[in-house]
């Protein structure tokens, strides 16, 4: 399973972005994908993360009503749309498949967030 994120890019404090995830090599329907970010000098934190169906999203703490994870799983892609964007939302994104204990976790390579103040 390969994932491929796109979408990341400069923006300035209050701006959105849209961030895509799109799995090639397999199916992710049947799985639970996520978002997770990493800013330079800091440890890999929880974005977001949404069900196999799509029916029930979690966010984390930071997030406050901002982003929005989504899924079409026609399309093998997650999506991620930021608003009202923060400095402090600056970090690589990266895009997670949960594929459970037997066959771990998978990771794209990441796409850098920018935003200036």
């Known amino acids: 399973l390969y994932l491929a994120e796109s979408g990341g890019g400069t923006v300035q404090t209050g701006d959105s972005l849209r961030l895509s995830c799109v799995a090639s090599?397999?199916?992710?329907?049947?799985?639970?994908m996520g978002w997770f970010r990493q800013a330079p000098g800091k440890e890999r934190e929880f974005v977001a993360g949404?069900?196999?169906?799509?029916?029930?999203?979690h966010y984390g703490a930071f997030v406050e009503g901002r982003f929005t994870i989504s899924r079409d799983n026609a399309k093998n892609t997650v999506y991620l749309q930021m608003n009202s964007l923060k400095p402090e939302d600056t970090a690589v994104y990266y895009c997670?498949?949960?594929?459970?204990?037997?066959?771990?976790?998978?990771w794209g390579q990441g796409t850098q967030v920018t935003v200036s103040s």
């Open positions: 997670n498949a949960d594929l459970g204990p037997r066959y771990g976790n998978y």
């Open positions: 949404i069900n196999w169906v799509g029916e029930r999203t």
């Open positions: 090599g397999g199916r992710i329907s049947s799985f639970d």
